[in-house]
Structures are given as C-alpha cells and as structure tokens.
C-alpha cells in the first residue's frame, strides 16, 4: 500500500510517496520526494538499520526507516556470516544466513551494500548449493557473481 508522508529532506520538510516494492525477504520501499529525487531504502537484515542505496547508512534512511517502522512494525534481524574472496583477481564480498526450511538447508545471500542477492537450496542428493528460479535479478553479471559463491560456499560448508 502506498503511502504519502511527510519526511525531513535536507532541512526541508517535503511531501514523500512512499511505495512498497515486492520482495521476499527484505523490506524495501521506493521514495519519491516533491523536489524530484527518488531512490530504494532497504532495511539491514543484520542491523535492522535502514540503508539508501548506493549511499548506504544515510540520515534520510534513518528517518525513512523510523516512519516505516511505525507504519508495517519491527523488522526480524538475522546474524550473517560474511566472507571475502578474490577470485582471478575480482574481489567478491557477501553475507549469509544458512538456516532449516521444510526439511531442506537454505541459505540467504546479501550484497556487501547488504541488500538480498538470492535464495540457494542445499542439494539433497549431491550436497551441493543450488540457486532455485526464485527472486533474483536474472542478468549475466549477478549470475556469474551468484555461480563464484556457490563455489565458495560447496566448499566452506559441508
């Protein structure tokens, strides 16, 4: 449900639409401001703390974050490992939740921005990781970033 709200923006006091973008596991909004500028807050599963992206940690998420938790509530935080890995010389960084779902081993990947990347399943005849057709951005890119982590993660956790 969309929402107008009025938000403190660089001393300003602006009219704010704020719009709930679908997503599985992490809250996330679009907030589009009267002077014209817009952009995605997301919230830290970690933290719980609120995140303007490619910005990161700002005030106006901060403040962004504080009116969404009076609207929708408190928001579940979970403790992620992160690992670091330069693979031919790419440095690649991500955070992960393993966890037990259905009878199945999961786990959640999230960007080193800490906005959610994807869902893989733990393979129940090889023991491999897997990345189901779940939510995920389909592009080249995340996709090879996506195949470099299931690498490390077959073979940091057995």
């Known amino acids: 449900m969309e929402h107008l709200i009025y938000l403190m923006n660089e001393n300003e006091l602006q009219l ?3 719009i709930p973008i679908q997503h599985p596991v992490q809250p996330m909004y679009k907030a589009i401001f009267q002077d014209g500028y817009e952009n995605l807050f997301y919230c830290d599963v970690e933290s719980g703390e ?3 992206e490619d910005l990161g940690k700002t005030a106006l998420a901060a403040i962004l974050g504080e009116k969404m ?3 929708y509530g408190n928001h579940c935080t979970q403790p992620l490992s992160w690992c670091r890995v330069s693979i031919a010389g790419m440095p690649v960084q991500f955070g ?5 779902q259905g009878g199945r081993t999961c786990c959640h990947v999230y960007n080193d921005n800490r906005k959610f990347l994807c869902s893989l399943i733990k393979a129940r005849k090889n023991g491999r990781w897997l990345l189901p057709e779940d939510y995920y951005e389909n ?3 995340v996709i090879n970033k996506v195949q470099v982590i299931i690498g ?3 073979e940091l956790i057995e």
């Not at 992960?96 to 037990?100: H, K, P």
């Open 139 to 141: 592009t080249r890119q």
């Open 96 to 100: 992960f939740y393993i966890f037990s």
């Open 50 to 52: 609120w995140v303007e």
């Open 152 to 154: 490390v993660l077959n």
């Open 69 to 71: 938790l009076h609207l």
């Open 16 to 18: 704010t639409r704020v």
